[in-house]
Each structure stands twice: as C-alpha cells, then as structure tokens.
C-alpha cells in the first residue's frame, strides 16, 4: 500500500469542481484480496475503530451501503476502503468532507483515489493516518506478502486523538468557519491568507477582512480599550452602566488591601487576557487573594492585576453587531450532577460521552478535563475525584463558563429585557466596536438590571460565535450571517468581472488583447500570463504565472477591478484552477502539444483538461466553432450564454445557432476586406476591418484575426461597448514592448524580422503560412526549435509544418535540452525537412540558440525575411535590435505605441440577414444537435446510431 504521487487540488478540477486530493496508490498484492477475502475479522476490526463508517451510504445512496459492499458479494478493495477511511477521518476532526471516488488506474493494482478536502494539510495527513490503520488490521500473513511490518505499538485512539488535535491547530476555528459559511451561503467568494483565521472574503477592490472575529471594519483604539478591562471599567461606568467596583494593583499586598477596601468576596483576573484565562472568582480570604494574584499575573500579557467586587448571578454573552443586539446565550460553567451512584470521575466520563463533545473546539461542546483547576474545585469542596454526589447535586469543575473549558450555553436571545438589550448596545457602542461580547452577570436576565440588579464584568473584542451558532440548547442564532450582511450589504458587489483563456495557442495574446481593451475602457486590470503577472499593464510577477497560484495573486489585489486569467493545461493538470467560477470562459483551441506529459496521451484527454475553464462559467462561454473538439464543450458549460466564434461565413451549426437568437464572432468577407462581425439576439453588428487592427500585420496574420475575434467576443461579454472594443483592438500591437515573444516585428535592419515563441507544430503552420502571404522581395529564412521534451512524433511534425514555406532553415535547440542530446532536436527537425522535400543545401544545423541567430542575422540580406522562434525570449530580441551596432546602455528594448490611431466610424446595427446556404454541419456517431434558449449545440448521446 504504497501512495506513489499526491495532486492537491486548490479549485476546479478534472475530478471534482471544488478542492480534492488525487493520490495515486498501488496496492500490490491486495489487489488479490478484496474486503470479503480479508475477512470479517479486518472488517469488524475497521468498524470497531470508526464505528461512524456505518453512516456511510457508498453507492447504495442510503447509511450503512459502505458497510454492505464491504460484506455482500465480492466485497470491495482496499483503495475503496482507504477512501472512505480517510473521508471519516477528516469528519471525526471537525471537515465536513463527503465526496471520493477511486478508480482503477493504468497497472493493474494501481488506483486513483480522489477525496475531498477542507484543508490540505489535514487532508494529506488523515491519507496516512488511514494507511497505517488498515495495515495494523490486516492479517500477518497478508501484511508480510506487503513487505509492511505491523508496528506492533500503533494505537490508533492515541493516533487519533492527535490527529484531531493537529486539525484543530490546522483548520479555522469555530467562528472562523462559520463566517466562511455563511458567507459560501451568500455566494461570496474566501481565500484563506494565512494558516491561522485571516481571510479574505470578495475580490479585487471589493475585499473586506476578517481575523476570527475581528473584521475590515473594527476599530483598532476600540480594540485597544477593550483589551484594558481597566479601561473599558472606566469608559461604562462613566457612562453610568452598570459596573462592579474595581482597581488596578501590582502586588500581592496591594491585592489584599484591594479586596478589603472593595469588600469580599472578590473576583481577582489580568488587566489583559480572554478565554476567561487567569481570572478567579469568590475569593473570601487573604490567602486566596494572594495565590489568585500570582495565577493572574502567569496568564496576563500585563504586569497589572484587576481586583473587583464580586456579583453573584449567572454569566450571559450578548453579542452585539454593527449596533444590533444579535444573540444571547446563557453560560454554565463545566459540571457534572449527582445521583447518588457514580463518582465524580464516572460522571465526567458519563458527560463526555456525549456525542456533541469532543476535542478543543472539534465539536459543538468541549471535553471536561480532571485538570489542575477541577482539582482545586473538587478539594475547596471537600471531594476527590472517587467521592460520590448526592443526587441533584452540582459541582463546578471551572470557574468560569467558558465553552473551550467544558461550559455549556443555553440560548436565551429571545427572553432578553429591553434595559438589558439597550445596556448592552451602549456598552459595545461607547467602546467603539463594530462586533462586541458583552459579559453581564444577572440572577434573571428577563427582568431588567435597574430592579434586580447584576452588572457588566467585561467587553470583549473577537468574540467567540460557537456559543450562538451551536448552542447546547435553544435555537441557533445565524450572528455570523450578520456580520457578512454588515460587510457585505445587500446589492453590495463581492465579485469582480472574471474573463478566463485557455487553450494550446493564442492564449497569451488572446489576454492581453481583452486586457488592453479593459483597461483603454477604465479597469485596472489583473492579468495572469505565460509572461508573469500584470497589474495595471505594468508587470508584478515575472515568469510563467498561468496556475491557480497566479490567479490569487490577482484577486487578493485590493486595487484590481476586472480579472483576465491565461489558464495553462498544466496548472490545471497539476493544481486545479485558482478561482472557482468566471463571467466569461473561452476555449481557442485544443491542439497537438504537450501529449505525453502528466497523464495526458490524447488530444481527448488534453480537452477533458481544458474543458473545466468553461464547465465552471457563469454567463458566457465562448468556444471555437471550427475546432471540434471545442464545440463538443457546448454541452458542459452551465453559462446562460454560448458565444461561437468562427472564421467560416458558411459555417452549418453557427448559422443555426445565430437564427436561434444566440451570439456569434463571424469573419466576413467585404469589399473593403474582413470583417469581425458580432451576431446577438438577432442584430448584425459589423465591429472592424481586420486590416485595422495592428496586430493582424493588415489582417494577413489570420491567428491573431482570430485571437482578436475572441478577446472582442469576450469584451462584448463582459458587456463593453463596440467603441471600447475597437479602441482596445486598434491600439494593441505585437511590439515586445506589448507582447514579448508574440510575433514582434523589427523593420530597422535592410530585411524585416519577427520574433515568435511558436513551439508546437500548430504555431509553426499558422507562422510559416504567414510568411508566405507577407511580400518579400528576398529570401524567407527561419531558425526552427521545438522543445526537447514532446514527443519524437511532435519534433518531426515541428519540421513537417515548415518545409516549403523558406528558402533556408537554420535548426537549433532551446538552451535546456530537457533531457535531449546537444544536437538531438535539430537534428530530429532537419530530418522531418528533408523527408518533406527541403534540399541539404537549404538546411544549417546550429545547436546553440545564440549562434543560430547571429548567423541567421548574417545571412539575411536587403528585402530578406527572417522568422525566428525563439526561446530565450528577451536575449532573442536584443540579438535582433543591436545586430551590425555598437550595444548602448541606453538602447531601448520596447516598442512605443502609436497612439494617434483614427477613431472609428459608430456602429451599424441591422437585422440578421439570411447571407445564403451554408456548409452542412455534420454530425458524428453519438452525438446529437440540440436547441434551447442558450441557442444550437452538439450533445453526446446514448446510441451510436445518430446520424
């Protein structure tokens, strides 16, 4: 039982659209020995050590279904069992996780096991606490034939009792997690940003904070007052709220002589501390003063002491948010109640079994502990922990009623007075806090504190929620929905604008084409790249930030207000997207690339991947209409709207699709040249001449027409005006400065050249077709790479998509080889050129980048064309601009914009018109034409019958 490679999943993924873990196992011999072989002893075993397996319903939908598959039949394996082992776990510790699947993987015995997770650390460890589990119950003979020794002193209650405890410690607290519920609940989005309770809740500039309680909008000086009790003392009984007496000392001495001035019986606690740490009540003796001092004084952060009068009553939390009081819970410090049978010990024992305590904060209640304090409870008593109490009688084992020590809380919000509630609010109002416990201690908290008395004895800032949320009887109070409601008002946004890309080529220009667009309309715009992250155009982040990592980064700016998200194959493969739903998604292309690496074989597989960016759109998926396994995607997307883009005018399915009201990116042939045309609803709303947008090199350069037919689809989406998005369109270029690596053009040399990051077999054909159509009076030469780890078969089509386009061919390879020869891949690419017909003469074999370009440059004469792929990007670029020159320091590596670009004519919106008979779209095997309101899509079905 060996797990051999581990996938944290952060976001959407190929398994799940929320964060899973993917271990691949194997489980070697075990794969002869299902649940049924092993045994009943290993099944009653695995029960007797989580009996809550039985709640398990597996795929029987019902409780108990795991345990039946585990008995009935042929049983089930171990990957299966260890699944929900681990599922349960993360339950036991406080997750409330449900989702696995395991499935077989490649070799026989080697699975897939995906489950669910909350947090990842927790997740990871309850797989190997699950592991360790199984082995300690399987038969010895059958555990040797594993090579595993049974460790003979596993115990699992010890493990997992410290299990639970590393959760606690791992996952949020109790009023954490509820924020984040209710929030989940309101359909705002959280990011965890550290491993403690602070967390981010919305995006971009619409974020607001919380740590625990405390939150964006909470006072820092309320804050403070509130942690000097001294202080806050003063501040309510300035204003004439109820109060005990109270001073501040320094000393044991100083302490008694308090506690005769106020009178006794006194309470004694630090000037600084919470959870009820340090504080010691019904003290009526020097003696008791004097050791309260010193415990008060160890669990302080001051080295001053409150001493105060001490009110008899019963401990109430009212907790108040944004000036309204929300909830009220009754507390009772942790006892147990005689009856005259069990001991003291037996009746802690009777009280934490029950199924609603656990450890730390795990459960709604707490643990009662035979510690230190109950001790000293139990010999002011006159006990020991083997006395017997009479029945109906109480004993106290803390002295202060907080549920992290044992208490209990009965929820009395509904039975509050109106003094006590108005009390309350003044109290938290005068300190200045936004969300505020208040402590009041009465005999009746119905009637007011005017008639029978009591008195506040602390305000406290980050209030715990458990209390309210999880009461130990009453009715749960949803205080956590409260504060999201004050964080985020009603019709409040949370979200900003998201706009995902994906696919195998054009994303990156693609982006940054929407990108500029947003921007040049007024957004301060985050944008994920295979080029690094950028910020406002400006660049925050350098290196191939396309991962779930980047996309953070972007929405925990505060400044960002729109988000556009490259989204590469291999985050996805590796991480799972970093956000979990978009506005608009976009699929450009799903190509030869990569196949081979990480699992992905087929161009299937590689659209399986890429196909989760639009299955997690809101509104708008927009997909290749001339790519088919991009169309296949229609069916997966939950977006309201399916926008096709499509450079076939007699395209079968779009035509349809747009006669059913739905929206479509055409490129029409006119007069003039071609057109980008938007259809939507009906209307025919002609956008820009491809000749007009700089990128296209005059709309020859027939990718970057389509890049920019996708980043006008995704704008007109996002619901940008056609001016905003002929302005973004007609003022973007390709220059390094703008698109380092994507087709930039240098024309101060005698003979042009273009720099492209093109590595895969799809990019060299849309480049070598490019310049072919460009005119040249000279030759056409190209320096040819391809990456040294895709497969032999993508080199050679690498050479095969070239040949014929050039008159010479320079092959070199990338500075890393990735695992390749010196001279392997040029060698590979000029043998894919000869076999396609290029002459030996017409081919140069340089190994080193740097070398292949200078001689390319050398050769290259007036009226030349010179294609270089390059791979280091920026050395590439100053090679081309300080060729046959003196290199400056103050050369200028980056393209200036020209910004004096003609503004474009209003746009001409008519009725859609019938342009003719279209193409037929035919249909494969399985597949089927579906119309709905979303407009005309391809659906798989059950019968391989479909014509």
């Not at 069990?342 to 009777?350: A, Q, R």
């Not at 930030?545 to 985050?571: F, H, K, N, W, Y």
């Not at 209307?683 to 709309?699: D, K, Q, V």
């Not at 000029?830 to 396609?836: G, K, N, S, T």
Request: net charge negative; aromatic share 6%; proline share 4%.
């Amino acid at each position: 039982m060996q797990i051999i490679s581990t996938n944290v999943y952060v976001g959407p993924n190929v398994f799940a659209l929320f964060p899973v873990i993917r271990h691949v196992i194997d489980i070697g011999v075990l794969e002869d020995y299902p649940s049924v072989v092993l045994g009943d002893a290993f099944i009653d075993g695995l029960v007797s050590a989580i009996p809550s397996l039985a709640e398990h319903g597996c795929s029987y939908g019902e409780p108990g279904g795991f345990l039946r598959r585990l008995r009935e039949d042929e049983g089930t394996w171990m990957g299966h069992i260890w699944e929900h082992v681990v599922l349960e776990l993360q339950s036991l510790a406080g997750s409330d996780v449900t989702f696995g699947k395991t499935r077989s993987a490649t070799k026989p015995g080697q699975y897939n096991m995906v489950f669910e997770y909350r947090q990842r650390d927790v997740g990871l460890a309850a797989g190997k606490l699950g592991r360790s589990l199984l082995i300690s119950l399987l038969p010895k003979e059958i555990a040797k034939q594993l090579h595993t020794d049974i460790d003979a002193d596993f115990n699992f209650e010890t493990e997992l009792h410290d299990f639970i405890r590393f959760a606690q410690r791992k996952e949020f607290g109790p009023s954490t997690a509820s924020l984040v519920h209710a929030a989940e609940a309101r359909n705002i989005p959280w990011i965890r940003l550290n491993n403690y309770s602070l967390v981010q809740f919305g995006q971009g500039k619409h974020q607001q904070r919380i740590q625990a309680t405390i939150t964006s909008h909470t006072n820092h000086i309320a804050v403070e007052i509130s942690c000097d009790k001294e202080d806050t003392h003063n501040l309510l009984s300035d204003l004439g709220l109820p109060v005990p007496r109270q001073q501040m000392i320094h000393s044991a001495e100083q302490a008694v002589r308090a506690a005769k001035r106020i009178g006794f019986p006194v309470v004694v606690k630090p000037l600084n501390a919470n959870h009820g740490r340090g504080v010691s009540i019904n003290l009526r003796s020097d003696e008791e003063v004097t050791t309260a001092f010193d415990f008060a004084r160890t669990q302080g952060t001051s080295r001053a002491v409150l001493v105060e009068s001490y009110l008899t009553g019963m401990d109430h939390r009212m907790l108040v948010v944004n000036g309204e009081l929300v909830a009220v819970a009754k507390r009772v410090p942790g006892h147990v109640t005689g009856d005259g049978k069990h001991t003291i010990s037996e009746l802690i024992e009777i009280v934490n079994s029950d199924p609603r305590r656990g450890v730390g904060h795990e459960k709604v209640l707490t643990q009662l502990l035979m510690d230190d304090q109950a001790q000293r409870l139990l010999a002011n008593a006159g006990h020991t922990p083997d006395s017997i109490l009479d029945e109906g009688n109480i004993l106290y084992l803390r002295d202060t009623a907080n549920l992290s020590t044992g208490g209990t809380a009965i929820d009395m919000t509904d039975q509050v007075h109106p003094d006590n509630r108005e009390m309350a609010v003044r109290a938290i109002t005068a300190v200045g806090l936004d969300v505020g416990g208040v402590d009041f201690l009465t005999s009746d908290i119905t009637q007011s504190y005017k008639d029978v008395g009591g008195g506040i004895v602390e305000v406290n800032a980050a209030p715990g929620f458990r209390m309210h949320v999880a009461p130990s009887e009453g009715q749960p109070r949803d205080v956590s929905g409260k504060v999201i409601d004050m964080l985020f008002p009603p019709g409040t946004p949370s979200r900003i604008p998201i706009a995902a890309i994906t696919g195998t080529n054009g994303k990156t220009t693609t982006s940054r084409m929407l990108a500029n667009i947003l921007k040049s309309s007024g957004h301060i715009v985050g944008m994920t790249s295979t080029d690094g992250v950028y910020i406002d155009g400006k660049l925050s982040v350098k290196g191939d930030m396309t991962g779930p990592a980047s996309a953070q980064i972007v929405l925990r700016d505060p400044a960002v207000d729109c988000a556009v998200m490259e989204t590469a194959r291999g985050g996805i493969a590796r991480s799972g997207l970093g956000y979990h739903e978009t506005d608009v998604s976009a699929i450009l292309n799903v190509q030869s690339d990569h196949l081979g690496l990480r699992g992905i074989n087929t161009l299937e597989e590689l659209a399986e991947i890429k196909r989760i960016v639009v299955e997690v759109a809101n509104d708008t998926a927009v997909l290749n209409a001339d790519d088919p396994l991009c169309l296949k995607m229609a069916s997966h997307t939950r977006a309201k709207h399916i926008c096709y883009v499509t450079l076939n005018i007699q395209h079968g399915l779009v035509r349809e699709h747009i006669r059913s009201g739905g929206r479509a990116v055409v490129l029409e042939s006119g007069i003039n040249g071609e057109m980008i045309t938007i259809y939507d609803k009906g209307a025919h709303i002609p956008l820009l001449w491809t000749h007009l947008i700089p990128a296209t090199l005059e709309g020859k350069a027939t990718h970057n027409v389509q890049n920019a037919m996708f980043a006008a689809a995704m704008a007109f989406s996002l619901g940008k005006s056609l001016d905003e998005i002929r302005h973004g369109l007609r003022t973007f270029d390709t220059s390094f400065f703008q698109a380092p690596g994507r087709m930039n053009v240098y024309d101060e040399h005698a003979f042009r050249v273009i720099l492209d990051y093109g590595h895969n077999a799809a990019s060299i054909t849309q480049m070598s077709q490019l310049a072919t159509k460009l005119e040249v009076a000279g030759k056409r030469i190209v320096v040819l790479a391809g990456p040294g780890d895709r497969r032999d078969e993508d080199l050679v089509n690498i050479g095969k998509a070239a040949a014929g386009h050039f008159d010479l061919y320079i092959c070199k390879a990338d500075d890393d080889r990735r695992g390749r020869g010196d001279d392997e891949v040029p060698q590979m690419i000029a043998a894919a050129l000869r076999e396609a017909g290029v002459a030996d003469e017409a081919i140069i074999i340089i190994p080193d980048e740097q070398e292949a370009i200078d001689q390319a440059l050398a050769k290259a004469e007036p009226d030349d064309l010179l294609l270089i792929f390059g791979d280091a990007i920026t050395r590439s670029w100053k090679q081309i601009t300080r060729f046959n020159r003196e290199p400056n320091a103050d050369d200028e590596l980056e393209d200036v914009v020209d910004s004096t670009k003609n503004a474009t004519k209003p746009p001409k919106v008519v009725p859609m018109l019938d342009s003719g008979e279209a193409d037929p779209f035919v249909l494969e095997a399985g597949m089927k034409l579906v119309k709905d309101e979303r407009g005309v899509r391809i659906e798989a079905t059950d019968s391989e019958d479909s014509d």
